[in-house]
């Protein structure tokens, strides 16, 4: 359910592993190019997919007779995308959310929209995490990824339904861990993109990742994650592709910024893709503020995309704090 990169890359995925797919694509245009050309142009130019996969407009037709529902819209409209498809859910179905992401209006985690807009038991509600820039997985490059469902057997039936040559999917019934950590790794990678703008090397996207993998940790166990969650594919994988990748739009979105452009500038880069840290970096913090977990990184993200700082002043800013012994616990900033 979305046709954006990511959801026609994982339609490629789970046709390659040998399902029946059906994609929902807002716009019928899109629709009829997947249908006739076997490509997403809008937002997956040049890679070519399976003719198995059947471009569909209408909600309920994409919605009939499936055991397993991909929900991979924009964070920020899944809640309302859920309303519309709520009275076609098949009853028994899995939902698997791929949305990295926290609802900025309620500060709830994609499982937790799911679950509240639907009713569905949590043993029903899945998520999909990892290090999965969408262009090399549509490639067929060799990636991992992590399944969670509070419910192993369940995880395990998903597990099974993704897995093929190039793409290896492990399963974790830490749920809360893996979403935490794709939401909080958009931000670092914000953050990332902003030092590698302003020209900044090596040392400084290394401090950065690492210095954001403890915020991170410290939100996680705050929230109940196992935080070795966090030190696997869905965390420090995550981490790392997304922070290092030309292709990832987080990072993108910050080297424009710290090469000078205004918000709106890298907005209007953007192609209409997402760029899912720029909204939840105020819903990480708002949820690490209420649990009263200390996110200079995400704080100073936040600081610039909402509220006017510029990056350099951002840097000075996180530079000019006290100093710190390094420790990873919940209770060290
Ligand atoms: N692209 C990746 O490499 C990648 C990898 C892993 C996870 N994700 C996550 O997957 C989610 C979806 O991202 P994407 O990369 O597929 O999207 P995208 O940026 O490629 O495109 C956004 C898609 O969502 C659609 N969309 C936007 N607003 C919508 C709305 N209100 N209702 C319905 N559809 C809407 C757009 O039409 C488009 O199809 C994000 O949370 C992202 O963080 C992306
Ligand atoms: O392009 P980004 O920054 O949205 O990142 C894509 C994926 O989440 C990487 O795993």
């Not at 809008?42 to 529902?69: M, Q």
């Not at 991979?72 to 899995?94: I, K």
């Not at 292709?247 to 205004?262: M, Q, Y």
Request: aromatic residues 4%; contains cysteine.
């Amino acid at each position: 359910m979305g046709a954006g990169s990511w959801g026609t890359a994982v339609a490629k995925v789970l046709a390659d592993a040998g399902n029946d797919v059906k994609i929902w694509a807002r716009r019928s245009e899109l629709v009829d190019q997947i249908n006739t050309h076997h490509e997403n142009r809008d937002y997956l130019a040049g890679y070519p997919l399976p003719d198995t996969i059947r471009g569909v407009a209408a909600v309920e037709e994409a919605l009939s007779d499936v055991d397993l529902v991909v929900c991979a819209v924009p964070s920020q409209s899944l809640r309302g995308n859920l309303e519309q498809w709520r009275e076609h859910l098949p009853a028994d179905a899995v939902l698997l959310s791929l949305a990295k992401g926290v609802e900025i209006s309620s500060g709830k985690r994609m499982s937790e929209v799911i679950a509240e807009v639907t009713e569905f038991p949590a043993r029903q509600i899945a998520v999909l995490s990892g290090p999965n820039l969408a262009k090399e997985v549509a490639q067929g490059q060799p990636a991992a990824t992590v399944i969670a469902c509070v419910d192993e057997d369940q995880a395990k039936r998903v597990q099974e339904a993704f897995a093929t040559g190039y793409f290896r999917p492990y399963t974790n019934v830490d749920v809360v861990g893996c979403e935490i950590g794709g939401a909080a790794k958009n931000v670092i990678a914000l953050a990332c993109g902003m030092a590698s703008g302003l020209g900044f090397g090596e040392n400084t996207l290394a401090t950065i990742i690492t210095r954001g993998l403890a915020e991170t940790i410290r939100l996680g166990a705050s929230l109940g994650a196992d935080i070795t969650t966090l030190a696997g594919l869905a965390g420090i994988g995550d981490l790392v592709a997304t922070c290092s990748s030309p292709l990832s739009r987080n990072r993108t979105f910050g080297a424009r910024l710290g090469e000078g452009a205004t918000l709106e500038e890298a907005q209007a880069a953007t192609n209409g893709q997402v760029a899912e840290g720029v909204k939840s970096c105020a819903s990480v913090l708002a949820l690490a503020r209420e649990n009263g977990v200390d996110m200079p990184l995400t704080e100073a993200v936040n600081r610039v995309c909402h509220e006017g700082m510029s990056v350099p002043d951002m840097v000075a800013s996180l530079l000019g704090r006290s100093t710190k012994p390094e420790v990873y616990g919940a209770a060290a900033p």
